[in-house]
């Protein structure tokens, strides 16, 4: 598997329609990435099931998946999709594994600069900084909804804007749309937050005799 691979499969995402609405209306907010950063930051640890959904340029839905996800400051991922689309992403913050168990391999590859601001680590790395990142402009919804909406500033990154939205201080839905129009849509259920999670929770086991194709520098 090639590095953008492994890149695409870490920028998570979702798409609310209405969501969608408030980031074509929405203004820059002062102060909007200073609050994103204080929201995620009270996550220690985030672990949730999810529903995928990825939708073409005409809004077609071309794939759909269910798993869960783990996360852990400082750096630490996991993320599983279950059968037909079986797979493994694992970060420990430095490296990335992608396991496969239809194709039988595992893939190693390190976790660059770019792949370190991507969507997915939002929740396990670094937030400090966002603004020298991301424009980040925010919506209040009501009393306890609260829309992001984060344009990258880099013409290089993978996704030409993310939105988070976060209900009475919880991340429930997520929206990433490319450069070819092209969402991932991923909606997160049976939220724990800051539980006590241990580091073996975040290790690949895979059978011997899987291929291991290591693309470290």
Do not use: C
Request: proline share 4%; net charge negative.
């Amino acid at each position: 598997m090639m590095l953008n691979s492994v890149k695409q499969l870490l920028a998570l995402s979702v798409l609310l329609p209405w969501a969608l609405t408030a980031a074509a209306a929405g203004t820059h907010s002062e102060g909007a990435a200073e609050r994103l950063s204080d929201l995620l930051r009270d996550y220690g640890t985030f672990q949730a099931s999810f529903t995928q959904e990825v939708a073409d340029d005409r809004g077609l839905v071309v794939q759909e998946t269910e798993g869960k996800l783990r996360a852990k400051r400082p750096g630490l991922f996991y993320w599983e999709t279950r059968p037909p689309a079986n797979q493994f992403i694992v970060s420990d913050g430095k490296t990335v594994e992608v396991y496969d168990p239809d194709l039988e391999q595992v893939t190693v590859q390190e976790l660059d600069e770019q792949v370190s601001v991507t969507p997915a680590l939002l929740l396990s790395g670094e937030v400090e900084g966002l603004s020298d990142v991301y424009r980040v402009d925010e919506r209040v919804l009501g009393e306890f909804t609260r829309v992001y909406i984060l344009e990258p500033k880099s013409e290089d990154s993978l996704f030409i804007s993310l939105t988070l939205v976060f209900f009475d201080g919880e991340l429930q839905e997520m929206e990433l749309e490319d450069s070819l129009a092209q969402r991932t849509l991923i909606s997160f259920g049976g939220i724990v937050l800051n539980e006590d999670l241990p580091d073996s929770a975040f290790r690949l086991d895979y059978p011997e005799g899987v291929d291991v194709i290591k693309g470290l520098q």
